[in-house]
């Protein structure tokens, strides 16, 4: 089943935002654009509660982006941003929500951080979203959404090590820094993902 994975396509990852990805507006169109082509469409969300530990706000003294340890883990300090039931949390108002079937919440633990949308960043608790695409019969997996470079790429490294084939949409994954995303894409490439524009995908049989 050709299935479309949304991450984390939020408003605080949005212009205005908490946490704002330059140009992440422009991959909302192209992600409505491509639905069509899909079987099945499911979204991971960050879901975080207001004491996350990867919140700077709750570390006095420190900055945002500075580099901690987090319960054993090196971890980011991030602007608060998606906390649980805040605008910033609920998805872009231009994002066509309506065929996506399923939506699997990460970052919820204040303990460990959660880039991917199937483990968090210590693998140890799985969000079901594995499990939940191989109920559907799901194998060719496309992922798309922000940021680029963090969520989307770790995501579908994971895909990867849960043996599904994996496509990442160049074009509908805005990168929140640009210096590192070049070397992330070859990782994937690397590793067995496909990396392609959302154009390829209309030529693709369902």
């Known amino acids: 089943m050709k299935t479309l994975l949304i991450i984390d396509v939020q408003n605080d990852f949005l212009p205005g935002g908490s946490l704002p990805v330059a140009g992440s507006d422009a991959i909302v169109p192209v992600i409505n654009r491509i639905m069509e082509q899909f079987d099945l469409i499911v979204a ?3 879901w975080h509660p207001q004491n996350h530990g990867s919140f700077v706000t709750n570390h006095p003294g420190r900055k945002p982006f500075d580099e901690i340890d987090l319960e054993g883990l090196p971890q980011t300090l991030w602007p608060d941003h998606c906390v649980q039931g805040s605008h910033g949390a609920g998805f872009s108002a231009a994002l066509e929500t309506r ?9 919820t633990d204040p303990g460990i951080d959660s880039y991917s949308a199937f483990f968090d960043n210590g ?7 594995a499990d939940y695409l191989r109920g559907k019969r799901a194998h060719d ?9 963090i969520c989307v790429h770790f995501s579908a490294l994971d895909a990867l ?5 994996v496509h990442f949409i160049r074009d509908a994954a805005t990168p929140l820094d ?3 995303a070049p070397a992330r894409l070859e990782e994937l490439r690397r590793r067995g993902a496909h990396v392609i524009d959302s154009g390829a995908i209309d030529r693709r049989s369902r």
């Not at 065929?99 to 970052?107: D, L, N, T, V």
């Not at 997996?141 to 470079?149: I, K």
């Not at 090590?161 to 084939?165: D, H, I, T, Y």
Request: hydrophobic content about 40%; aromatic content about 8%; some cysteine.
């Open 44 to 46: 991971a969300q960050d």
């Open 99 to 107: 065929p996506i079937e399923a939506i699997f919440r990460k970052g």
């Open 123 to 129: 693998r140890r608790k799985s969000t079901g979203l």
């Open 141 to 149: 997996l496309y992922l798309c959404g922000l940021a680029g470079d």
């Open 161 to 165: 090590r849960e043996g599904f084939n």
């Open 178 to 180: 640009l210096a590192v």
